[in-house]
């Protein structure tokens, strides 16, 4: 059981490293981590393995009936990484392929997946103890989060970031077309109709063009501790 209710929403923009620091705070702090990506993606994975999304068009009457039984969850491997699970199987992998990320901002601009995957964020969420990183929620899904942190960087270095995690993964990429991609997904986030990727007045701003992970630790450290008495917990 986590030893706080704290509830911590960051929204950012793409590959801006919310999902790392997220995770590290939540190690660090004993919370839940919740990847809301991730559920977009999966929904996306399963969309385009079915055959839902095709040539840019998402057929949301065909996937809806089956969005119930998707069984989407995160489980820890042996060495303690968070995977993305649909259904029995580890989509962990799938779901970080341009091919995805090509497809995702499609299927989550769709208000009945949005719904959806709102619903399995409240459900997890609902005792606290959670950190959530997405585009929306601080503004949507829980407008009443304790902390909210909004996350920037410039486009470059983003870019650069997003490059080297997927040739890490093993794929082959082009830095000009992952810009490229980054930079839809940001329009197409932030233009959408539903929950568009939005600041809350209430967030803190992180640029953290300039900052080492270690310098993002020790800002989030000094705000947990003096707005909430938060420390990390003792190994
Ligand atoms: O954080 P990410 O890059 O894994 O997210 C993948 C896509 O999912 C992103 O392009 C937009 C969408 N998304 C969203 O619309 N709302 C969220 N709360 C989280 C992600």
Sequence with gaps: ?????????????????????????????????????????????????????????LDISGMAPFLGDLNIHFQHNSVGQIQTYMGGRNIEADIRTMAVAANVSIVAVDPIVRNYVNGLLRSYGQKGGVIMDGRDIGTTVFPHAQLKLFMTADSMVRGQRRADELRAGGEQCDLQEVLQNLQERDYIDSHREVSPLAQAPDAIVLDNSHMTFQQQMEWIGGILKEKFGLEPLKR
């Design 1 to 57: 059981m986590p030893e706080t209710s704290i509830i911590i929403a960051i929204d950012g923009y793409s590959s801006t490293g919310k999902s790392s620091f997220a995770k590290k705070i939540a190690s660090a702090y004993g919370l839940l981590y919740l990847d809301s990506g991730a559920l977009y993606r999966a929904v996306t994975l399963f969309a385009m393995e079915n055959r839902f999304v095709q040539n840019g068009v």
